[in-house]
């Protein structure tokens, strides 16, 4: 996968990639049925379609810039967040019965407010990863055009509905 994320795969690489993803979901819900003893209640959360895109989005622009294209293909996260149909497909397919699921989607905003905040949360998950490949003077660098471009933004706008949650109780 040459993307950031899934999302941003061209549409032949982004179907096999969700593919894939799919089926790994599918075995994990099956084990989860499978380790459960009878009437035993799994409650669970997943994202679903759509979480975070706008950071990944800004994540991706800002690796176009010139001083960071040299980084761009080694940054992966190999996420996937299935729509809430998948999420409940998954559940059916591994066993639970439709009347022992209960799935309740919903978005929230960012918590973070202001543009040094996001990008201290972008920190804290990306930073160990990076700086693996990163030269340290090129994180920084990396980091305060993130942050410019989010003091650019209509950061009320970019913090609406990016997390998307799901979360299911589901009864063997």
């Known amino acids: ?10 549409p ?17 819900v099956k084990n989860i049925f499978e380790s459960l003893k009878k009437d035993g209640v799994a409650i669970l959360q997943f994202g ?8 990944w989005d800004l994540i991706k622009d800002t690796l176009e810039e010139a ?3 040299a980084y761009k293909s080694k940054v992966n996260f190999p996420l996937y967040y299935p729509t ?12 639970f019965t439709d009347n022992n699921i209960e799935v309740d989607g919903f978005n929230q905003d960012l918590t ?8 201290e949360f972008l920190k804290a998950f990306t930073r160990p990863g990076f700086s693996t490949f990163f030269k340290p ?30 979360l299911i109780k589901a009864k063997k």
């Open 1 to 10: 996968m040459d993307e950031i994320i899934y999302s941003h795969l061209n």
């Open 12 to 28: 032949e690489e982004r179907e096999a990639y969700e593919t894939w993803a799919k089926e790994n979901f599918k075995r994990a």
């Open 48 to 55: 679903h379609e759509g979480q975070l895109q706008k950071l």
């Open 67 to 69: 001083q960071f294209q």
């Open 84 to 95: 809430e149909e998948d999420i409940k497909d998954a559940f059916l397919e591994a066993g």
């Open 112 to 119: 973070e407010e202001t543009p040094e905040q996001i990008t």
């Open 137 to 166: 003077e090129d994180l920084e660098d990396f980091y305060a055009s993130i942050q410019k471009r989010m003091s650019e933004t209509d950061v009320d706008e970019f913090r609406r509905d990016q997390w998307h949650r799901t």
